[in-house]
């Protein structure tokens, strides 16, 4: 299995608190990407990274922020937790992006977020 | 906006039995991988498919690529219990990943 670390596994906490996931890679893949899966939704692209300081945003970023200072760590932040965002976050990497030859995403364990 | 539907959502079968699921795209796929799940698990990848028409196994598993690049299937001979878990198709369309959202495999006892 590729080196890819998510912590904390499992959180429960209370709406309108602030939340932070973490990423972290021992692979130096240039991509990283933050996913939530929800029954019925397959899995939904929140931010994503190509860089040190290079995110963007995927189809369900509302709520959410990213930061990544270094190329292994890449931060998820629910500035203010809703029940709507309970759900299993997984972090995913890839040595190259979509478009020419899309890259073999490389999937964290997942962290299990409960918002009460 | 771009979509791939993936049907069926879940599929039961007895032990042995064939299994198939299929992913159809609103667009021209410039690629498709599948990924399989396990229950509690996290997706791992199985395959990509890139040309037009292409065709790949993997023992008892066979990928397809649809000619017009907008359809994929994954089909399963003789079924093992190893085989339980969910199966995605993900499209690359526009330089964007679509999940699809996945088939249930599951083995009726």
């Known amino acids: 299995d590729a080196g890819i670390t998510q912590s904390p596994r499992h959180k429960v906490t209370e709406t309108g608190t602030p939340v932070t996931l973490r990423c972290h890679q021992t692979e130096n893949h240039r991509y990283m990407y933050w996913y939530r899966q929800d029954p019925g939704h397959g899995l939904r692209l929140i931010h994503y990274?190509?860089?040190?300081?290079?995110?963007d945003k995927g189809e369900v970023s509302d709520g959410y922020s990213v930061s990544r200072s270094k190329t292994e760590d890449f931060l998820l932040t629910l500035e203010s937790a809703t029940s709507s965002q309970t759900s299993v976050y997984f972090c995913a990497i890839s040595e190259s992006n979509w478009g020419l030859l899309t890259g073999e995403l490389f999937f964290g364990e997942g962290s299990r977020l409960t918002v009460l | 906006g771009q979509q791939v539907m993936q049907i069926p959502q879940y599929q039961h079968v007895q032990e042995g039995e064939d299994f198939t699921t299929y992913c159809n795209s609103s667009?021209?796929?410039?690629?498709i991988q599948w990924y399989k799940q396990r229950p509690g698990g996290h997706p791992v990848f199985l395959i990509q498919?890139?040309?037009s028409g292409e065709v790949k196994k993997q023992k008892r598993l066979t990928f397809q690529f649809g000619e017009a690049k907008k359809n994929s299937s994954l089909h399963i001979t003789a079924t093992q219990t190893t085989d339980v878990g969910t199966y995605f198709c993900v499209g690359d369309s526009n330089y964007q990943l679509i999940w699809g959202a996945g088939t249930k495999l599951i083995i009726k006892p």
């Open positions: 498919l890139v040309k």
């Open positions: 667009t021209t796929l410039s690629n």
């Open positions: 990274s190509y860089g040190v300081k290079d995110t």
